[in-house]
């Protein structure tokens, strides 16, 4: 419950990106006057942990609050049979049919893989990264959005080496000067891009890594290993399987 925002979005992206910027806060601290003994260390668990158990907490609020205002709620997969018929399915098979006069269709997306060898098999998505139980470690986002890059800079602000592989421009859709100066900001702070590149493969080396290969827009290839390699190129709605012909509905 709560959709993209409270599970894979907003709510834990900002927690994540709050914990970067303590981390960056005490590394600065020094010149400051504070007195810090060590550079800080950071504890990937911890954050993962604590930030699913502030999803879950908002997950059962909002159940709470449907239950106080007589809400029914069905955990179940809904196709609609015809215009005013939906039929749900849930996890242990049991079926409910449901009419109605109106119904709202508010399904929202997934995110969405490239069609090259290896994406589904040894990747993982923007929205996996936020219960990623191990640490993520040299880590490839692969996208230029708005998405691709928040995640690009809470993880490099906790401490992983991360890089970017960036098709065409930043922030497609956005002012291209802002976006560039965002741009140079986080490449020099550290975070690597891989400019006018488009990944081919993603291959499972004997070590346990991931070695991505990419076109680049001049006809060159190149390839490099990654502990883990984050894909943020889009999403995908969540409409074609709810049988909307069946509702009249066209798309």
Same mark, same amino acid.
């Given at each position: 419950?709560?959709?993209?925002?409270?599970?894979?979005?907003?709510?834990?992206?900002?927690?994540?990106?709050?914990?970067?910027?303590?981390?960056? %806060?005490? =590394?600065?601290?020094?010149?400051?006057?504070?007195? #810090?003994?060590? &550079?800080?260390?950071?504890?990937?668990? @911890?954050? !993962?942990?604590?930030?699913?158990?502030?999803?879950?907490?908002?997950?059962?609020?909002?159940?709470?609050?449907?239950?106080?205002?007589?809400?029914?709620?069905?955990?179940?997969?809904?196709?609609?049979?015809?215009?005013?018929?939906?039929?749900?399915?849930?996890?242990?098979?049991?079926?409910?049919?449901?009419?109605?006069?109106?119904?709202?269709?508010?399904?929202?997306?997934?995110?969405?893989?490239?069609?090259?060898? %290896?994406? =589904?098999?040894?990747?993982?998505?923007?929205?996996? #990264?936020?219960? &990623?139980?191990?640490?993520?470690?040299? @880590?490839? !986002?692969?996208?230029?959005?708005?998405?691709?890059?928040?995640?690009?800079?809470?993880?490099?602000?906790?401490?992983?080496?991360?890089?970017?592989?960036?098709?065409?421009?930043?922030?497609?859709?956005?002012?291209?000067?802002?976006?560039?100066?965002?741009?140079?900001?986080?490449?020099?702070?550290?975070?690597?891009?891989?400019?006018?590149?488009?990944?081919?493969?993603?291959?499972?080396?004997?070590?346990?890594?991931?070695?991505?290969?990419?076109?680049?827009?001049?006809?060159?290839?190149?390839?490099?290993?990654?502990?883990?390699?984050?894909?943020?190129?889009?999403?995908?709605?969540?409409?074609?399987?709810?049988?909307?012909?069946?509702?009249?509905?066209?798309?």
């Amino acid at each position: 419950l709560g959709g993209t925002c409270v599970n894979v979005g907003c709510i834990p992206k900002k927690l994540m990106h709050q914990a970067a910027l303590l981390g960056e %806060g005490m =590394r600065d601290a020094a010149s400051y006057g504070w007195e #810090v003994d060590e &550079l800080p260390k950071h504890s990937w668990e @911890t954050m !993962v942990g604590n930030v699913q158990m502030h999803v879950k907490s908002l997950n059962f609020g909002y159940r709470s609050e449907l239950m106080t205002n007589a809400v029914k709620y069905l955990n179940a997969y809904a196709t609609f049979t015809d215009d005013h018929t939906l039929r749900c399915i849930d996890k242990k098979g049991k079926e409910t049919t449901l009419t109605a006069e109106r119904f709202i269709v508010a399904t929202g997306g997934r995110p969405r893989y490239p069609d090259i060898p %290896g994406a =589904r098999e040894h990747c993982i998505t923007s929205d996996d #990264v936020f219960a &990623l139980k191990t640490p993520p470690g040299k @880590t490839l !986002v692969v996208g230029a959005s708005y998405v691709a890059l928040a995640r690009a800079g809470f993880l490099h602000g906790v401490g992983f080496e991360t890089h970017v592989m960036m098709r065409s421009i930043p922030l497609r859709g956005f002012d291209q000067q802002m976006a560039m100066q965002i741009k140079n900001y986080m490449a020099e702070h550290g975070i690597g891009f891989v400019e006018g590149a488009t990944p081919t493969a993603v291959e499972l080396t004997e070590g346990g890594r991931k070695k991505v290969s990419w076109k680049l827009a001049d006809g060159s290839f190149g390839e490099a290993e990654y502990d883990t390699v984050l894909l943020a190129i889009g999403r995908d709605v969540c409409t074609n399987e709810l049988g909307l012909d069946k509702a009249g509905v066209a798309l």
